[in-house]
């Protein structure tokens, strides 16, 4: 069985996973806290998503990676990560499919470059998530290089991406703690 990990967020406020978009319009403040990640990278919040017909941020962001995969990657590249809390979901019993739900295969790109290209999304597949599942040796490397750098690595660089359109109820995925 294949399951999908999304973050939880700080300052959850409900029992429910929202878009940033959503958040937006439902929560403003709590919105304006999770939009600072995209400092930078602001033109990421205008990426299409050619299988949704929606923006990058009116979907949900889940990784087919498990997070302790991405704690270790983190400590081999030398940082000492904080514990994380992460919501794992079984995407069959969640609905995933087809039209609600893209994955973004992270091809490789300049460091920053988040210029999207069409053929960088594909329809989900439940059967690829198995594929999907190991941290790419891209994530690795990114880890290591921003290790030197000094600079704090953006988690899910080089890991493909799970795009779920729709807010989730929490209730109906398992909280996990890593590590």
């Not at 973050?7 to 029992?15: E, I, K």
């Not at 999770?34 to 299409?48: D, P």
């Not at 998503?49 to 995969?69: E, K, R, T, Y």
């Not at 779920?164 to 109820?169: E, N, Q």
Request: net charge neutral.
């Amino acid at each position: 069985m294949s399951y999908l990990y999304h973050r939880v967020p700080a300052h959850l406020t409900g029992s429910v996973l929202y878009p940033l978009n959503t958040l937006k319009q439902k929560f403003p403040a709590i919105y304006t806290a999770h939009a600072a990640k995209y400092v930078g990278r602001e033109t990421l919040t205008q990426q299409i998503v050619p299988p949704l017909g929606c923006l990058w941020n009116d979907a949900l962001h889940f990784s087919p990676v498990h997070p302790n995969s991405i704690y270790q990657g983190l400590l081999a590249a030398g940082f000492e990560p904080q514990p994380m809390q992460w919501f794992e979901a079984e995407p069959l019993a969640l609905n995933f499919n087809r039209t609600n739900t893209a994955i973004f295969l992270h091809p490789p790109k300049e460091y920053l470059d988040f210029t999207k290209l069409a053929d960088a999304f594909a329809p989900f597949d439940y059967a690829l998530l198995s594929e999907l599942s190991e941290l790419p040796e891209a994530t690795l490397a990114y880890y290591r290089a921003s290790r030197e750098s000094g600079q704090s690595p953006l988690l899910f660089h080089r890991i493909p991406h799970i795009l779920y359109r729709g807010s989730l109820h929490v209730k109906d995925m398992t909280l996990i703690r890593i590590p």
